[in-house]
């Protein structure tokens, strides 16, 4: 295959940095991202589609991630965590990455949607 990415989302909730009395609920992701074609491709730009549990939709775009915006040849992998707050317990996460492969062909790399969950954990 001349152009493919593949991306893995894992998602973590962080409850130290969360207040459930006061509707915040913090999680980190870490993305791992993998070109899987022939041809070396950079990231250029993102475009995350965020909902929460009661379904009220936030889009986010921007250049690369986490201020790069990383060259990647085939078979080389790029990861990184990011962070993002909802205002329910629940919500999920999907978007796409648009790459530029060396030979100037554009490409949008769809992210897979993911949950994340608050987890109440009984002591």
């Known amino acids: 295959m001349k152009y493919g990415v593949t991306i893995d989302p894992t998602p973590f909730y962080l409850a130290e940095q ?8 913090t ?9 899987t074609g022939d041809e070396t491709v950079q990231l250029i730009s993102r475009h995350w589609i965020i909902t929460d549990g009661n379904g009220e939709i936030e ?20 990861q990184y965590t990011s962070g993002t707050q909802f205002k329910t317990p629940v919500g999920t996460m999907h978007g796409s990455y648009t790459f530029t492969a060396a030979d ?20």
């Open 18 to 25: 969360s207040d459930p009395d006061r509707g915040l609920f």
């Open 27 to 35: 999680f980190a992701y870490h993305i791992n991202i993998v070109n």
């Open 59 to 78: 889009e986010v775009k921007g250049e690369g991630v986490v201020g790069k915006q990383p060259i990647l040849a085939s078979g080389e992998s790029f």
């Open 104 to 123: 100037g062909t554009s490409f949008e790399a769809p992210i897979p949607r993911f949950t994340c969950s608050a987890k109440r954990v009984l002591h």
